[in-house]
C-alpha cells in the first residue's frame, strides 16, 4: 500500500477494519470541514457577544458624562428575581417638560415607590436615560448577548468534540490496520 495515495490507503483501511469486524466508516471530508466551521461560527458569536457587551457599556459611560443630571421620583419597582433584573418606571424633569419612563436594570437592586434618585438623561433626547452606576441594558439586548454567548460556546466545544472524536476513530482504524 502506497502511503502517498490517500484513496488507497483509505480503501486498505477499510478492508482491513471489516475483516476484523468493524463497519469500515470513515470520516466524509466534508465532517472536517463542517466541524471548523463550527468552531468558527462559535467564535464569531462570543465575539459578537464582546463587541455588544463594550459598546452597550461604552453608550451608558458616555450618556452618563455627557447627560444632564436631574432628580427623579420611583412610581413602581418590580424584581424579577429568576433572571436577575428589576424594572423601574421613573418621572423627571427634562428641560421643563415631564417625563415618564421604564428603565431594565441588569442586576437586582432595591428601590421603592415614592423614592427620589438620580438619573442622567441625553439633553437631545430627553426619553433616553439612565441611572448611574447601575447596569441598564435593556431585556432584548441582555438575551441577545446571553444568546450569543451561550449558542457560540456550545459550537466551540461541539466543534472541539467532533475533531477529537475523528481523530480518536482515526487512531483506532490505524491500530486495527497493524
Known amino acids: 500500500m502506497s502511503r502517498s495515495d490517500p484513496q488507497e490507503r483509505d480503501a486498505e483501511l477499510k478492508r482491513r477494519a471489516s475483516q476484523l469486524g468493524g463497519s469500515g466508516y470513515t470520516d466524509p471530508p466534508v465532517a472536517g470541514e463542517l466541524g471548523c466551521g463550527w468552531g468558527v461560527a462559535g467564535a464569531v458569536l462570543i465575539v459578537v457577544f464582546m463587541i455588544l457587551l463594550a459598546l452597550t457599556d461604552a453608550a451608558q459611560q458616555r450618556l452618563v458624562s455627557e447627560g444632564v443630571r436631574a432628580d427623579a421620583v420611583v412610581h413602581s419597582f418590580?424584581?424579577?428575581?429568576?433572571?436577575?433584573?428589576?424594572?423601574?418606571?421613573?418621572?423627571?424633569?427634562?428641560?421643563?417638560?415631564?417625563?415618564?419612563?421604564?428603565?431594565?436594570?441588569?442586576?437586582?437592586?432595591?428601590?421603592?415607590?415614592?423614592?427620589?434618585?438620580?438619573?442622567?438623561?441625553?439633553?437631545?433626547?430627553?426619553?433616553?436615560?439612565?441611572?448611574?452606576?447601575?447596569?441598564?441594558?435593556?431585556?432584548?439586548?441582555?438575551?441577545?448577548?446571553?444568546?450569543?454567548?451561550?449558542?457560540?460556546?456550545?459550537?466551540?466545544?461541539?466543534?472541539?468534540?467532533?475533531?477529537?472524536?475523528?481523530?480518536?476513530?482515526?487512531?483506532?482504524?490505524?491500530?486495527?490496520?497493524?
Open 78 to 178: 418590580s424584581p424579577q428575581i429568576r433572571v436577575r433584573q428589576a424594572n423601574v418606571v421613573v418621572t423627571y424633569v427634562a428641560g421643563g417638560e415631564h417625563y415618564r419612563k421604564r428603565i431594565f436594570l441588569d442586576e437586582s437592586v432595591s428601590f421603592y415607590e415614592g423614592e427620589r434618585i438620580g438619573v442622567v438623561y441625553d439633553p437631545q433626547k430627553p426619553t433616553k436615560v439612565t441611572i448611574p452606576g447601575e447596569n441598564t441594558t435593556g431585556p432584548i439586548l441582555t438575551i441577545l448577548m446571553i444568546l450569543c454567548l451561550t449558542i457560540g460556546f456550545a459550537m466551540v466545544v461541539t466543534s472541539g468534540w467532533h475533531f477529537v472524536k475523528r481523530r480518536l476513530r482515526r487512531f483506532r482504524t490505524a491500530r486495527l490496520g497493524r
